[in-house]
């Protein structure tokens, strides 16, 4: 599936393996809660980077203390109305300090696009490239942010008392992670 | 009165351009009508029985008089030349044409007014106390607040995704008139022991087809820490709520399966990590909007106003209005004055373009250009001199806004029910129209008193028949509709649920069935008793006696 990572659509390296398949030898693998609770050892043991997967009802607190074990996390919206995840992505930035890649996966709707920015996600797995268009623009619509969030973007109630004349917030990424491939 | 700054002025802009761009996708067929609902609702655009409606938000309730003749403008050039106030201190369109409504967001842009957040699972419009700022009561005005909670929840990047939706209602008074306890975090100004103002947090009050009393989670927040607390409330909500069912959604459900307790346990959790976070409002940005509410410029008057005094001993009609419609006001010399769009036979809740008008103009000349919006869908005029309130009834009286009903039993809450929702089971303004019909003599409302009735068109209570001291909610009953009343309903301090008074009565007996309970009464109360207190003494036996004899 297209990915949307640092703002380009890209072809994803990384493999998700799901139930009890085999572990591939690529590089790069995403499991589920699961295989990571029964599998720990073999997958701390293997080479290379490791992903975990978590649903919507997998609160990030299960793996608070494994964080250092991988490299991307991945929240599920099973649709999007379930809204857990963005909450998930704070804690998992916020409270718990994770700085490696923070995907979404699953049905994701153009407008949450900018709430998830916000939430501390960089990348997001998508079903076709028209996203990556809603994604730039999400960037664009709305420049204003009542609150602080994860993105650590200025926001109006502290910008309104600044020493000098406020300006517009600018529309760059805050970048979070200190991760690449 | 809070005014938009140039960060203000930008959000409600981009947000009109937005939609204007979805708007112009959806007309072009790329987006399907399922692809649109989520973007439409995000601006307060519902699909009703048969068009378009558009749900205006008017935080706590509280419009400028250019507001009001803008809200006038939309309903005579968009709409029908009316619109409709609802339980929430909103305004309803109930006509508007979908290529039309971007420009109705920029018309309302343009006196710093949007439709953000009417809809859908977030944190809806914040309600307060309809005298805010002018009750003799209040320890601190409501709006400071409830204005701080609008501009932290205006698109909130965690929570705009929550289970069900969330209302939010303030009080800075020592009387609640803001129903804080059925709402899904009710907050109630109080001093601690050091006298400094902070509030009570009473969370998983409600209606719906589950109404449920929120309990008090924490007795004391300082203000400071509002927004953080808020932030852990729906933090644990949205993590922990249903998902699984939409009735059992809202955050009501979660604090009667968790249990008071330890709900509040985990809210305090939470909040620990948050409270000295970034979300501790900055001291200057407090005062900015503080300064925003400071109270107008009152003249120093005798709290006896001789013309005042006269003009009631003189003229009946006057007086009537006086004792039903004034309020004490906190400035010796002024009253708050209520404005009625209770009419008999009218629909609750509507007012027309001219009235609208009309009001701006009072407002602006005799109430320090202000108008508040009841969650008893009426319009108040807070600040008016004693001096001067004649004049303004005499005014009020040529477009029929001089009911002199406040509080009686004509004095109605009403959903718009089959008539325009799609998800009522029956009529409710038809019914509120004929019970109003039936007790238009005025001489015998005020003989009868202080009386509420509050009638919605189905299970979701949007016209709070449950906290109705004579609640009436449609049913349907193999095709046909029926009403339930329910009897001893409270919204207020003493917040209580109404008890079913035995089986359904049919479209054409439920008016009768209204009149037999308020007939009854009037024949067992005693002497300076309400409808509850006498409810409290004599139980559901009279009434249901009266009702059900004949049967």
Known sequence: MPLIKDNKLIEDPWVTVINGDALPIEECIIVE?????????????????????????????????????????ALEFPVFKDGRAFSYARLLRERYGFGGELRAVGQVLRDQLVFMRRCGFDSLEVADEAVLDAWHRAKREISVFYQPATDRRPWVGKLRHRPEVPTPPVHEDTVVAHWAY | MYRYDEFDHTLVAERVEQFRDQVKRRLAGELSEDEFKPLRLMNGLYLQLHAYMLRVAIPYGTLASRQLRMLAHIARRYDKGYGHFTTRQNIQYNWPKLDEVPDILADLAKVEMHAIQTSGNCIRN?????????????????????????????????FSFLPRKFKIAVTGATTDRAAIRVHDIGLQMRRNDAGEPGFEVIVGGGQGRTPLIGPTIRAFLPKRHLLSYLEAILRVYNQLGRRDNIYKARIKILVKQTGAEEFARLVEEEWQHLRDGALALPREEMERIKAYFAPPPFETLDAEQTAFEARRFEDRDFARFVRTNLFAHKQPGYAIVNVSLKPVGGVPGDATAEQMELLADLAERYSFDEILV????????????????????????????????IGLVSDIIACPGLDYCNLANARSIPVAQRISTRFADLKRQHEIGGLKIKISGCINACGHHHVGQIGILGVDKKGEEFYQITLGGEPGDAAALGQIVGPAFSYDQVVDAVETIVDTFVDVRQTGEGFNQTYARVGLEPFKEKLYAAH
């Open chain 1, 33 to 73: 809660l699961e295989r990571w609770q029964t599998a720990r050892q073999e997958l701390i043991a293997r080479n290379g980077r490791l992903g975990l997967r978590l649903r919507s009802d997998q609160p990030p607190a299960l793996i608070a203390e494994d964080l250092a074990h991988f490299d991307l996390i």
């Open chain 2, 126 to 158: 914040v309600t307060a106390d309809h005298y805010a700022g002018a009750a003799a009561d209040e320890i601190e005005d409501p709006r400071i607040y409830a204005e701080i909670i609008r501009q932290w929840s205006t698109l909130h990047p965690e």
């Open chain 2, 374 to 405: 009841s969650h008893e869908q009426n319009l108040v005029l807070p600040h008016v001199k004693l001096a001067e309130v004649y004049e303004v009834w005499q005014a009020l009286k040529a477009l029929g806004l001089d009911t002199p009903n």
